[in-house]
């Protein structure tokens, strides 16, 4: 069972095993962000992204970016390390003192 499994994700080992699992879940976890984005958008009645989203998107980013480190797969690695720039700044910008909320904003127009 074990050499089928190795021979299927193409690796050698139970150390390429275990960082096959760790970029299976860091990718499982990235596209998960988009199933947050999708029900809060269904809920709120319009396209939303919630909070959640960036702090999801950090977390599979970073778990991406590790996984592309030990694969020294160079376009991978720069590609998660500018995804991280963005999530880290969205989450500065909602998270910036005197911020006013866009829903906030539209009711007292």
Avoid: C
Wanted: hydrophobic share 55%; glycine share 8%; net charge neutral.
């Amino acid at each position: 069972m074990k050499d089928a499994i190795f021979q299927f994700l193409a690796i050698d080992g139970w150390t390429e095993f275990w960082w096959v699992a760790l970029g299976l879940t860091a990718q499982l976890s990235f596209s998960a962000r988009f199933i947050v984005q999708w029900i809060a958008s269904e809920r709120a009645g319009h396209s939303y992204v919630p909070v959640a989203f960036w702090w999801i998107s950090i977390v599979g980013g970073l778990l991406l970016l590790s996984y592309a480190i030990y694969r020294q797969d160079v376009v991978f690695i720069l590609g998660q390390s500018m995804g991280l720039f963005v999530y880290i700044r969205n989450l500065v910008l909602i998270y910036r003192p005197g911020k006013t909320d866009m829903g906030d904003e539209s009711k007292s127009a």
